[in-house]
């Protein structure tokens, strides 16, 4: 009886392939919706009227209008930041004391000055 169990004639029976083409043909679909929401997504941000506004550039006359910056001899720029209508510079003496001086754009008595301790 063993015998008749385990010849090469019968072969046990394969697993069904049809939930396997079910799942991989479901996950094709979720990919390729998802890869659509995507591109929908990013058309209607550059749709947007704000990010498509172009940047404000400074002309030669805007520059003008910034008071100037007077160093002393020695003085050293450590950093310059700028955001906001504010601009911010670092700047270390000759004797290691560094001081803040910021310009507020809406601010029109010019540089104001901070110094660390």
């Known amino acids: 009886m063993t015998e008749e169990m385990n010849s090469p004639d019968q072969a046990p029976p394969g697993p069904n392939l049809a939930v396997l083409k079910g799942i991989v043909v479901g996950l094709g679909v979720l990919l390729c919706l998802g890869t659509l929401l995507i591109v929908v997504k990013m058309m209607a ?12 550039i400074a002309t030669g006359a ?7 910056l007077d ?47």
């Not at 941000?45 to 404000?56: E, S, T």
């Not at 160093?71 to 720029?77: K, Y």
């Not at 510079?89 to 507020?104: H, K, M, P, S, Y």
Request: hydrophobic residues 45%.
């Open 45 to 56: 941000l550059g749709k947007n009227d704000d990010a498509a506004a172009p940047m404000a």
């Open 71 to 117: 160093l002393a001899s020695g003085d050293t720029v450590i950093s310059v930041s700028a955001g906001d209508g504010l601009i911010c510079v670092i700047i270390e003496g000759q004797d290691g004391v560094r001081r803040i001086v910021a310009l507020d754009r809406r601010n029109p008595a010019g540089w104001t000055q901070l110094t660390a301790r």
């Open 62 to 68: 805007d520059l003008a209008d910034l008071p100037t």
